[in-house]
């Protein structure tokens, strides 16, 4: 390979065929079929799990819950603050709760089916304005906001002939890769797993894995499978932990791959925001300055949106190149991944944010 040098793509050929193999087109002989229950209610309480009918039907080989996670029953991004499986509380509709391997992934569908989970029913949030009132109850023991970034520039009374405020919404989005999430969890006989997977971040998805799993690092092998894109979607864990976990458990390879709708609620997404703005500018056009107020909406848990938090604090200004005060915050909510609120005046405000289904 030199610079200048046309390359022929590796997998071009195979694609343009149709035959290259994304991760949802993975087999193995012998391997299962996982699935996974979820939540119907975007804020409850558990007050008990009962799995012994599906265990009983035919085909199925694990039924596990909070209590078969062999390591620590939390993962996350840059906080650790999502259950593996959730134990106590649920926080968004469609969050993982149990998991069943079976022989045909309609066995495993059917089973997931008779899970039977107590829940008591907790008003949501549904608002990141909400989640920032004195009395909105903690969706997380450290309160609803994920991180708040506050940005002060320039002179704290700057004047202008002109100015310009305005109050603008943008919505939830789903990036829906061609793709949805799936991958092939294989045991080695030793204690230790190797995962074929899609995703974007497969060294870290190898740590929260190990931990999860309560295995050394060197114990989780992943091997990237063929991605039908991604678009952030992949960035946090989805059926990673869950196919290991039920690999492990029966000592065959398990294969999980989500529906469009699962897929939906499998992932993160981009956030939704509340931006408030002032613009000033001398009458020549040149701007003097800027102060926003942005809340984004992160959902139930953090995953990686401290990241936009920051980088909308510090990027509402650079158009202007200008005297700014931003604040900026995330709040969580009982919404669909993301889902704490991040605060940023250059302010800007997050929070977690509950939806209701």
Known sequence: MRIG????RPDGAAKVRGDFVYSSDLRV???LWGATVRSPHPYARIASIHTAEAGAMPGVRAVLTHAD?????LYGLEIQDQPVLAHDVVRYWGEAVALIAADHPEQARRAAEKVRVDYEVLQPITEAERALSPGAPKLHPDGNVTRWVKIRHGEPAPRADVVVRGEYEVGMQDQAPLGPESGLAIPDGQGGVDLHIATQWLHVDQKQLAVVLGLPVEKVR???????GAFGAREDLSMQAHACMLALKTGRPVKISYSRPESFVGHVHRHPGRLSYEHGANRDGRLVYVKARILLDGGAYASSSTAPTTRLAARCEVSARCRTATPTRRRWTSSPWPSRL???SCAYATPWRQAAK
């Open 5 to 8: 040098v046309s390359v022929r």
């Open 29 to 31: 002989d012998g391997m």
């Open 69 to 73: 996670v062999p390591g620590r029953n």
């Open 222 to 228: 992943l091997t990237m499978a063929g991605i039908g």
């Open 342 to 344: 991040t605060p940023s």
